[in-house]
Protein backbone atom coordinates (compact mmCIF):
# COMPACT_ATOMS: atom_id res chain seq x y z
CA UNK A 1 0.00 0.00 0.00
CA UNK A 2 0.75 3.62 -0.25
CA UNK A 3 -0.28 6.78 0.29
CA UNK A 4 -2.31 8.98 -2.27
CA UNK A 5 -2.61 13.01 -2.48
CA UNK A 6 -6.18 13.33 -3.12
CA UNK A 7 -8.39 16.55 -4.17
CA UNK A 8 -7.91 18.80 -1.40
CA UNK A 9 -4.65 19.64 -2.40
CA UNK A 10 -5.66 20.59 -6.07
CA UNK A 11 -5.14 24.60 -5.75
CA UNK A 12 -3.68 24.90 -2.24
CA UNK A 13 -0.41 23.24 -3.03
CA UNK A 14 1.06 23.40 0.87
CA UNK A 15 3.77 21.72 0.80
CA UNK A 16 4.18 20.76 4.97
CA UNK A 17 4.31 17.17 4.23
CA UNK A 18 7.01 17.59 2.44
CA UNK A 19 9.36 18.35 4.91
CA UNK A 20 8.54 14.99 6.69
CA UNK A 21 8.79 12.95 4.48
CA UNK A 22 11.89 11.08 5.26
CA UNK A 23 12.31 9.21 1.40
CA UNK A 24 11.61 12.12 -0.60
CA UNK A 25 8.12 10.25 -2.52
CA UNK A 26 6.64 13.78 -3.13
CA UNK A 27 6.30 15.15 -6.55
CA UNK A 28 5.67 18.80 -7.39
CA UNK A 29 3.05 20.03 -10.66
CA UNK A 30 1.83 23.94 -11.03
CA UNK A 31 -1.10 23.32 -8.25
CA UNK A 32 -0.89 20.10 -7.15
CA UNK A 33 1.37 17.51 -5.15
CA UNK A 34 1.49 13.94 -5.83
CA UNK A 35 2.91 10.56 -4.37
CA UNK A 36 5.20 8.32 -6.10
CA UNK A 37 3.97 5.01 -5.16
CA UNK A 38 6.79 3.33 -5.64
CA UNK A 39 9.30 5.45 -3.16
CA UNK A 40 6.92 5.67 -0.26
CA UNK A 41 7.59 3.68 2.40
CA UNK A 42 3.83 3.79 3.82
CA UNK A 43 5.35 6.03 6.80
CA UNK A 44 2.22 7.92 7.56
CA UNK A 45 4.11 11.04 8.99
CA UNK A 46 3.15 12.79 6.14
CA UNK A 47 -1.01 12.98 6.79
CA UNK A 48 -0.89 14.88 10.33
CA UNK A 49 0.82 17.38 8.13
CA UNK A 50 -1.57 18.29 6.06
CA UNK A 51 -3.20 21.71 6.55
CA UNK A 52 -6.45 20.87 4.31
CA UNK A 53 -6.50 16.73 4.93
CA UNK A 54 -5.54 16.10 1.51
CA UNK A 55 -3.13 13.19 2.30
CA UNK A 56 -4.90 9.18 3.37
CA UNK A 57 -3.41 5.84 3.01
CA UNK A 58 -4.88 3.89 -0.41
CA UNK A 59 -6.47 1.47 1.94
CA UNK A 60 -8.59 4.53 3.77
CA UNK A 61 -9.15 6.64 0.93
CA UNK A 62 -12.82 7.75 0.06
CA UNK A 63 -15.00 6.18 -2.16
CA UNK A 64 -14.85 9.38 -4.36
CA UNK A 65 -11.41 9.84 -4.57
CA UNK A 66 -10.02 5.97 -5.26
CA UNK A 67 -9.81 7.86 -8.62
CA UNK A 68 -6.43 10.03 -7.11
CA UNK A 69 -4.50 6.37 -6.85
CA UNK A 70 -3.89 6.45 -10.97
CA UNK A 71 -3.80 10.51 -10.78
CA UNK A 72 -0.57 9.73 -8.21
CA UNK A 73 1.09 7.07 -10.27
CA UNK A 74 0.77 9.17 -13.64
CA UNK A 75 1.60 12.45 -12.44
CA UNK A 76 4.21 10.95 -10.25
CA UNK A 77 6.48 9.93 -13.29
CA UNK A 78 6.16 13.41 -14.88
CA UNK A 79 6.62 15.56 -12.23
CA UNK A 80 10.17 16.73 -11.13
CA UNK A 81 10.57 15.61 -6.93
CA UNK A 82 10.18 18.41 -4.50
CA UNK A 83 12.32 17.77 -1.16
CA UNK A 84 12.14 21.31 0.83
CA UNK A 85 9.13 23.46 1.95
CA UNK A 86 7.96 26.42 0.17
CA UNK A 87 4.95 28.66 0.49
CA UNK A 88 1.78 27.65 -0.77
CA UNK A 89 0.02 29.22 -3.53
CA UNK A 90 -1.50 32.68 -2.89
CA UNK A 91 -5.16 31.62 -2.65
CA UNK A 92 -4.75 28.57 -0.98
CA UNK A 93 -6.89 29.82 2.33
CA UNK A 94 -9.76 30.63 -0.45
CA UNK A 95 -9.42 27.16 -2.23
CA UNK A 96 -9.20 25.35 1.03
CA UNK A 97 -12.62 24.05 1.33
CA UNK A 98 -13.60 24.26 -2.20
CA UNK A 99 -15.07 21.08 -3.58
CA UNK A 100 -15.29 19.38 -7.30
CA UNK A 101 -11.35 20.41 -7.84
CA UNK A 102 -10.05 17.95 -10.12
CA UNK A 103 -11.08 20.50 -13.20
CA UNK A 104 -8.71 22.53 -11.81
CA UNK A 105 -5.73 20.28 -11.61
CA UNK A 106 -2.85 21.83 -13.94
CA UNK A 107 -1.01 18.86 -15.51
Not at 17 to 22: A, E, F, G, L, Q
Not at 57 to 70: M, N, R
Request: glycine share 0%; hydrophobic share 35%.
Amino acid sequence: MTHVVTESCIQCKHTDCVDVCPVDCFREGPNFLVIDPDECIDCAVCIPECPVNAIYAEEDLPADQVKFIKINLDLSAKWPSITRMKDSLPDADKWKNVKDKLKYLEE
